[in-house]
């Protein structure tokens, strides 16, 4: 009867002191995808080293999943939640739609829907790539028959994908938030309104054992509050927690 108390004492205790002991570890381990590092947290930091000057971030790019054995502090996946042993806080369901350059849409007018069967689709082909395209399709109402796929080039990164579409080599199934500059300044252009949720979202994940960590915490706040901020830009849908969630799934395809 008296060991579950011992242990849960030693636990506290271990806590405290590890709590006391990292209040001076001024490096900030954050690891994450390609596409979300460089076109969504990357130029957003700034922010966070200017309310926490005192702690050093180092963003680390794997597409496979950190198993924390390592310096890792922090990691954002995309997936689906229910990693056993770590903290997960939702940010947001990964939502996608086509994009191509200004010149692309002249090259190819894009007036229905039913258009973009017939012109190149950049991950078309590849049966990854083709399961977003269907989802996509399938939202739009459009039936696309099988066995026949437009021209188009596989890449494995959405990061990579949407820089050849910048440069005119396609259609690409692209997430807005990670392209809101490009589409800003007229580089990538939006034909259709409509987007699909593709399965995954994204999650904020740590230890357990690391939740009370003063940097930690620090990093868990500023980054809600930077999603809260992009949710004001919508789609609201892909900002609302999945309905359910289930066991997690791995990371999304294209490193996205």
Not at 133 to 153: C, F, K, N, Q
Not at 210 to 216: E, F, G, H, L, T
Not at 227 to 252: Q, W
Request: hydrophobic share 40%.
């Amino acid at each position: 009867k008296v060991a579950p108390l011992v242990t849960g004492a030693f636990d506290a205790l271990g806590e405290a002191f590890a709590g006391l002991a990292l209040d001076h570890d001024t490096l900030l381990s954050i690891s994450t995808t390609q596409t979300f590092a460089s076109n969504w947290i990357a130029p957003r930091l700034g922010s966070f080293q200017v309310e926490r000057p005192e702690l050093a971030v180092r963003l680390k790019t794997d597409n496979r999943l950190t198993d924390f054995t390592d310096e890792t502090d922090v990691g954002i996946r995309s997936g689906k939640e229910g990693w056993r042993g770590l903290r997960a806080h939702f940010l947001f369901q990964f939502h996608s739609t086509p994009m191509c350059s200004p010149a692309f849409l002249e090259l190819y007018p894009l007036r229905d829907v039913e258009d973009i069967l017939e012109v190149p689709r950049i991950g078309a082909g590849d049966p990854e790539g083709d399961a977003w395209w269907r989802r996509w399709l399938d939202r739009a109402g459009v039936s696309a028959p099988e066995g026949t796929r437009s021209g188009g080039i596989w890449l494995d990164s959405q990061v990579v994908e949407g820089n050849a579409a910048i440069a005119g080599h396609g259609v690409a199934m692209l997430s807005p938030m990670f392209w809101r500059d490009e589409l800003a300044a007229g580089r990538l252009v939006q034909p259709f309104p409509i987007i699909s949720l593709d399965g995954f979202s994204y999650w904020l994940v740590y230890p357990e054992h690391k939740r009370n960590q003063p940097k930690v915490r620090a990093f868990r706040d500023w980054l809600l509050s930077q999603v809260a901020l992009e949710a004001r830009n919508g789609p609201a849908e892909a900002y609302s927690p999945p309905i359910d969630s289930g066991r997690p799934a791995g990371p999304a395809r294209r490193s996205s």
